[in-house]
């Protein structure tokens, strides 16, 4: 806990270092040891030189340091910004482009069939809150309904689910998502579709 506060006070230091002009062209948000920046690129200053301070900044005393990760990953978010300058963003999914990582049982493993229901639907869950936009929802729950057909569970099963959260969200999407999960093995729908 002690590493959190003295970090939050480091980045509100640095961030009392800035002038406040500057603040206008970036956000940035931090969750214990994660940072998110997001920055303009315009002609009224120079964000080459802003970023380039900030990680030679003492920002952060060492041992901790600032390191670039793959980008358009934050915590379990994905997010990309798309051509009219738009951001979108979803749950991180390691098996968006094909099966590497599997965090969920096989449907035929042990454990009880309100165990798996549960988990599938608070999965779903999930990818409904870390959408950006009905396209992107789509997305990525065909990804996440994906890897639990690879996983075995039942087309039904995942169609209650989808029926689920529909309703609860009053969200009709998932009914379309619902409707697409006999596809779902065969095809990908790209953001913003």
Known sequence: VRAIITTEWREKEWMNTIHTEYKKYFRARSFMDDVLMIYTRVDEWDHEKFMRDFRDSECYWKPLSLEDTEGGTFLETRFAIADDGRLWHWLKNDNEEEEKVWRYQHYRSHGSFAQKRALVVSTLRKVSRFASDKGILRRSAQDKLREFIMLKYPHKLL?????????????????SIRDDIKYIETTRLQPGH
Do not use: E, G, K, P
């Not at 169609?159 to 009914?175: G, M, Y």
């Open 159 to 175: 169609r209650s689910a989808c029926n689920l959260i529909a309703t609860t969200t009053n969200d009709r999407t998932w009914i």
